[in-house]
């Protein structure tokens, strides 16, 4: 196999970010039309939830929400050690392992049925942290594929400071952002439909959109 190294690989490109929003999106809308109300990515709400049906009483709708964010603090956990020990890994970035993951993860949610929904959303949320603890930029600015709330404060920050000092950075800068939260729209938007649609199976539309990303990191800067 041909070794690639990590400064050659498309892992903060714009193109990339398209593929990994879109998927985030998806899961999102996915995880809350077709797997019991639950998002899969924005853990905010998973917690107020929780925080709702444990002060009812309601310990087994509880679990709903627990069970999410324990899988994603757990793919956080799990994706710095993938860092740590394949960093240096020439034959695959360490970040194509995680995208690899991802996709099988999906995969597998997408077999389950709705009797299931706690395991796919767990499955989904512990695969949402490995993404956006991964991909955190690109094209030099920090920016999330999996939640929106950052990126629209970033957006608006940028929006006001061009306008005070003009600065064309500033102004690249936020229609960066604003990109992407429309580029997450989008994908929620066919994340929902394909929900309706397809069923549990709809999932595998978003595995196909990380695997183009992970195929997309065998681009070499240079051929862009």
């Not at 970010?17 to 853990?43: I, K, P």
């Not at 600015?141 to 950052?150: K, L, N, Q, W």
């Not at 006001?160 to 690249?172: F, G």
């Amino acid at each position: 196999m041909v070794k690639i190294k990590a400064r050659s690989q498309m892992s903060e490109s714009l193109l990339l970010a398209v593929f990994l929003t879109l998927a985030g999106g998806f899961q999102d809308a996915y995880s809350y039309n077709c797997r019991g109300e639950v998002f899969a990515n924005a853990q905010t709400g998973n917690i107020v939830l929780l925080g709702q049906n444990l002060a009812q009483g309601s310990w087994q709708e509880a679990l709903h929400y627990l069970l999410p964010l324990g899988a994603f603090i757990s793919g956080v956990y799990v994706t710095e050690w993938v860092h740590h020990l394949f960093k240096e890994y020439q034959r695959l970035h360490w970040r194509q392992m995680v995208l690899c993951t991802e996709v099988i993860l999906l995969a597998v949610v997408g077999l389950l049925p709705q009797s299931a929904n706690m395991l796919a959303n767990g499955l989904m949320s512990f695969a949402c942290a490995m993404q956006v603890n991964s991909f955190r930029k690109f094209r030099g600015i920090p920016c999330a594929t999996t939640m929106c709330i950052g990126n629209m404060r970033s957006a608006t920050e940028m929006l006001c400071r061009y306008h005070i000092t003009k600065d064309r950075e500033l102004r690249r800068r936020c229609m960066h952002y604003y990109f992407v939260i429309l580029v997450f729209a989008l994908g929620a938007a066919v994340g929902a439909l394909m929900s309706l649609w397809m069923g549990e199976r709809a999932i595998w539309m978003a595995g196909g959109l990380l695997l183009g990303g992970f195929l997309i990191m065998f681009v070499r800067e240079g051929e862009r």
